[in-house]
Each structure stands twice: as structure tokens, then as C-alpha cells.
């Protein structure tokens, strides 16, 4: 096997099977070494990131490379309930030990699970566990035992005189009437002592008395939601999303929070993705799409916290607000080169303050270093697909062949052309022939009549109609035709014939 990670030809192999793709993300990124330098110092440092390109030259792969780079994160965050105002809910934080702390607090507080034939009988006939006529043991989720047909209602009497036959009527409509506990005492050593046995799925639940206060300790705290929980995804994507899911929300209740019927206001409490990237990465492609929502990205980066607000005013959730949720987050975003105006000066200008900007590069020199990179590449496209076979190291030729003819008839330079999105499309057509043939490899007459199959639709229309334009001229209906104005001016109509 060879590390393409380090120096090698392309003479050194026969297919793609025999290249190692790196581990590291960021060297799967073919030739943008300045960008993936610079990324490396941002993930490093936390500083923000703005990438400008055409699509398909790798913006969003350095975007998720770099929040791999990133330590895990390190807080939890929690909306608690605020019992003197339940619509203005509080920001809890908690860090790593003491997450880990609570987790091992409810641990010990969880007692012991058993099976239900060691606990006392009487105490397994009352969880509804063991009939009573015949001893045989279910889950309480079966009224009726399912050995002797008897429901197992542990104690008539204690329903009245007609416990028997109202037993009898639950059982036979999957009614039962098990407690879920059951608190009973035992004598130790001359002193006594409570024990609880719970109903927990096929096994019962033992819990003494130090388990008891811990579980009572636990439940005095204040009732709380976690929003942002300590183990997640430090890569947060929040391309084309709406202000609600963006910045949050909270739930609608139709019973207005009502402290009997409805749900309380901070259960509602729905995080943005300016939350959910806290100590992460907030990767926003096509930033310019946001509009004036870019405002909000602003002061969540200048403030590291931004509130959530029920955004409906129709909603229950209008009123319920939650203010200073942090939200410390590095901003990778990126755009195309015409879309620059469109970004926010003020945005703009915190990126540059507190990060860099870098222009993606569409072409690069045509080496034998870089014709090993494709050939990565090739490899790393046929891996991600999962349905395609290798390629043999003559259709890695063909492909870089292809990448040299792009860059001189798209970006006008000699060289490879890094626009590598649409060179992928081609490793799979070519893939795809190959499957349909039934080949082993992806062979040079694969990529040859990929070529022919997968050229962009305007392309094809131009060799089939002399230029775009004059398709378009064919195409059109009569009544566009006799249209004053349509996608073009009538009297260039002549023009498209």
C-alpha cells in the first residue's frame, strides 16, 4: 500500500486499491495548501473564516476538517425552570466534571436491578410480576398471567368486595392496576431498615435507604433541559436555514403552559445553530442567502451569546424568553466571488478583525506531485461513493487529461483544474459504466465515454444547437413569441435564429 500522503508517482501503482487515503481530513483537501495553512491557525487560534470560490473546490470539506481539529467541547448547556417567573427561564452551564459528576450521582441512585423471582414473592405479586393462583412471572405489561389465564391482581381485597370482578373486567380490556413501587421494611441487625422495589421493563429495581436520599437529593434540584448536550457534533451546518432555526425558538403549547395541563416554558425551549456550534464550528455556505439575518450572526459573534424567543407572535411561545445562551462559536463562511457585496461590512469586517479571508484557488500547476494528488483524489471520490470500483492507473491519466483540458477551457491556465466537485461526477459516470459492463476496474474507455455522458446540459445544448442561445430561440412557444417582452427583447429574436 502507498501513504498518499507522502511523495510518490503515479508509475508506483497499478489502481487506486493501492493508495492510502490520509486520515487527517484536512490532507484529503487536494491543492489548496495556503487555505488548509491558514485553517490550521484558525482551528488552533479560534479565529473565523471566510472562503471566496467558485463551487465544488473543496470550501465545505477545509469547514469540516477544521472543526475535527478542534478539542472536544467542553460544555453542557441547560435551560432551567425559573419557579418565580416560569416564562423568563434560566441559563444553567455545567463543564465536563460536573456533568460527570451528576451522571454518577444518578448511577448510584439508580439501586439495583433484579430478577423478579429473587424478591419476595408478595412484592413480585403486587408489581405484577408474579400470578397469584399459580406462581408463573410476566411483565406487568400482561394482565392476565399468561400460564394459568388468571389475572394477576395481587391483592382483591384491598379494591373493595368486588376487587375480584373488577380485576377480572381491567384484565380482560389490558387494564392493570400494579403500583409502580412498593415500599417495604426488613430488620438487619436488630435495627430497621426501608427497602423500595420499582417496576423497571423484565427486571425489578431494588433501592435502599442511601440510594433513597440520593435519589431525594437529586430530585430537590431544580428541573432543567439540556439544549446543548456535552457530547455532540462540534461541526454545525447551517446553510439555507431560517431565522427559527438559526437563532431558536420555543415551542408552541396549546394550553398556554398551564401549570396542570400544559407543558412548561422551558421544556419548549428549542436551541438555534449559533447554539449548537458553542465551542465548535458554525459553517454557513452561501452566507449572502441570509440576508438580514447576517445582523444576528454579528452580534452572536461579537456578544458570544445571543437569547432565544418564541418568534411566533401568534404562538404561546411568544412570551417565553431566555436571555444570554451562550454561543461561542468559530464562523466559517463562504460564498462566490460576485456575492462579496452582498456581505454585510460590519460582518465582514469582525472576519477580518478576528480571522482571515482566503481566496480559493481554481487551478494548480500540472506536476507530477500534483498528478500524484489527483490520483488521491480519484481514490478518495471512488471510497466516499462505496458503489463504484478502483481505477486503473491509465484512467487516472485519462482523468487528469480531462482536469488539464478544464483548466485551460474554464479558467484559461495551464495546469489541473481544482473545480473537483464536477470531476468527481466524472469518476462516477465512469464508475457507473464500469458496473454496467460488469468490469473489475474503472478502465481509460470508461472515463472516455463518461465524458460524452456527463457534460453540463448547456454544453449539450450548444453542440446540438450551434450556442445556447439559438436553443433557446427553438424552444420557445408560439405565444412567447408574440410576447412584447419576454426573456429577451423581440427584436433580438432574429439574432438567436
Not at 430478577?115 to 412484592?123: F, G, R, T, Y
Not at 412557444?477 to 427584436?491: I, L, P, R, T
Amino acid at each position: 500500500m502507498i501513504d498518499s500522503t507522502k511523495e510518490f508517482s503515479l508509475e508506483e501503482f497499478e489502481t487506486t486499491a493501492e493508495l492510502l487515503i490520509p486520515r487527517d481530513p484536512l490532507q484529503r483537501v487536494i491543492g489548496q495548501d495556503e487555505a488548509i495553512k491558514i485553517a490550521k491557525m484558525a482551528a488552533r487560534q479560534r479565529r473565523h473564516l471566510l472562503l471566496v470560490g467558485p463551487p465544488g473546490t473543496g470550501k465545505s470539506m477545509i469547514a469540516q476538517a477544521l472543526a475535527l481539529h478542534l478539542p472536544a467541547p467542553s460544555e453542557e448547556i441547560r435551560v432551567v425552570h425559573n419557579p418565580q417567573n416560569p416564562e423568563r427561564p434560566l441559563v444553567e452551564v455545567k463543564t465536563r466534571e460536573e456533568v460527570q459528576h451528576e451522571e454518577m450521582e444518578l448511577l448510584s441512585a439508580q439501586g439495583v436491578e433484579m430478577d423478579p423471582s429473587k424478591v419476595p414473592p408478595h412484592v413480585a405479586e403486587k408489581l405484577g410480576y408474579r400470578c397469584p393462583k399459580c406462581g408463573a412471572y410476566s411483565t406487568p405489561n400482561e394482565p392476565v398471567c399468561p400460564k394459568c389465564g388468571s389475572p394477576k391482581i395481587s391483592s382483591p381485597t384491598s379494591m373493595g368486595p368486588f376487587g375480584d370482578i373488577f380485576g377480572a373486567i381491567g384484565a380482560a380490556f389490558g387494564i392493570a392496576s400494579f403500583p409502580p413501587r412498593v415500599t417495604t421494611t426488613v430488620r438487619e441487625h436488630g435495627v430497621e431498615k426501608i427497602i423500595v422495589y420499582e417496576s423497571a421493563g423484565d427486571k425489578i429495581r431494588v433501592l435502599d435507604e442511601k440510594m433513597l436520599e440520593r435519589r431525594r437529593t437529586i430530585e430537590k434540584k431544580k428541573p432543567y433541559k439540556v439544549i446543548v448536550p456535552i457530547k455532540r457534533n462540534p461541526f454545525v451546518m447551517a446553510t439555507g436555514a431560517s431565522e427559527t432555526e438559526l437563532l431558536g425558538d420555543v415551542r408552541h403549547d396549546p394550553y398556554g403552559g398551564h401549570p396542570q395541563l400544559g407543558t412548561p416554558p422551558y421544556k419548549r425551549v428549542v436551541p438555534g445553530a449559533i447554539h449548537e456550534a458553542h465551542q465548535g464550528v458554525l459553517f454557513i455556505d452561501e452566507i449572502t442567502h441570509l440576508g438580514p439575518l447576517q445582523r444576528s450572526i454579528l452580534t452572536a459573534m461579537q456578544e458570544k451569546k445571543f437569547p432565544i424567543a418564541g418568534r411566533n407572535p401568534q404562538s404561546a411561545g411568544a412570551s417565553v424568553r431566555v436571555d444570554d445562551v451562550p454561543c461561542n462559536f468559530i464562523l466559517v463562511a463562504a460564498c462566490n466571488i460576485q456575492d462579496l457585496p452582498n456581505i454585510l461590512s460590519p460582518l465582514r469586517s469582525r472576519v477580518v478583525g478576528e480571522g482571515y479571508e482566503v481566496l480559493v484557488k481554481t487551478t494548480m500547476p500540472d506536476t507530477p506531485e500534483n498528478r500524484a494528488k489527483y490520483a488521491q483524489f480519484v481514490a478518495q471520490e471512488i471510497a466516499m461513493d462505496g458503489r463504484i470500483p478502483h481505477a486503473t492507473r491509465d484512467a487516472v491519466i485519462a482523468i487528469i487529461e480531462e482536469g488539464h483540458r478544464r483548466a485551460k477551457v474554464i479558467d484559461g491556465e495551464k495546469g489541473l483544474t481544482l473545480r473537483l466537485r464536477e470531476m468527481g461526477g466524472l469518476v462516477r459516470a465512469a464508475g457507473d459504466l464500469a458496473v454496467m459492463n460488469g468490469d473489475s476496474y474503472i478502465e481509460r474507455r470508461h472515463v472516455e465515454a463518461a465524458l460524452k455522458i456527463a457534460k453540463p446540459v448547456e454544453e449539450q445544448i450548444s453542440e446540438r444547437y450551434g450556442s445556447y442561445q439559438a436553443g433557446m430561440a427553438k424552444d420557445i412557444s408560439q405565444a412567447q413569441k408574440d410576447m412584447v417582452y419576454n426573456y429577451w427583447n423581440e427584436n433580438d429574436l432574429s439574432g438567436y435564429q
